[in-house]
């Protein structure tokens, strides 16, 4: 995720194919599927496992937006984690 962010803060006003060719990317430097990023992004950026689709929902929101709620999910994520762990 924090990779994702790092792609979308170098973008000016990023399009539907700017947000998918951006999580592509982070994909591909990650030597994964994109579906191992899109789920963690969908889940992080609404809350939700399932929707509309991934790229429209996440140009919806804009590139701001979804940075601030994918920060917030990453600040979150350690705690969850421990919370499963014990």
Do not use: M, W
């Not at 579906?35 to 399932?50: E, F």
Request: proline share 5%; aromatic share 6%.
């Amino acid at each position: 995720l924090q990779k994702y962010v790092e792609k979308l803060s170098a973008l000016d006003n990023p399009t539907k194919e700017d947000f998918e060719a951006a999580l592509k990317q982070v994909a591909e430097e990650a030597e994964c599927g994109a579906g191992r990023i899109i789920h963690p992004v969908r889940l992080a950026t609404s809350g939700v496992g399932i929707g509309p689709g991934v790229y429209d929902l996440l140009f919806i929101l804009g590139k701001d937006e979804v940075i601030a709620r994918i920060n917030e999910a990453l600040k979150v994520i350690p705690d969850i984690k421990a919370k499963f762990s014990q």
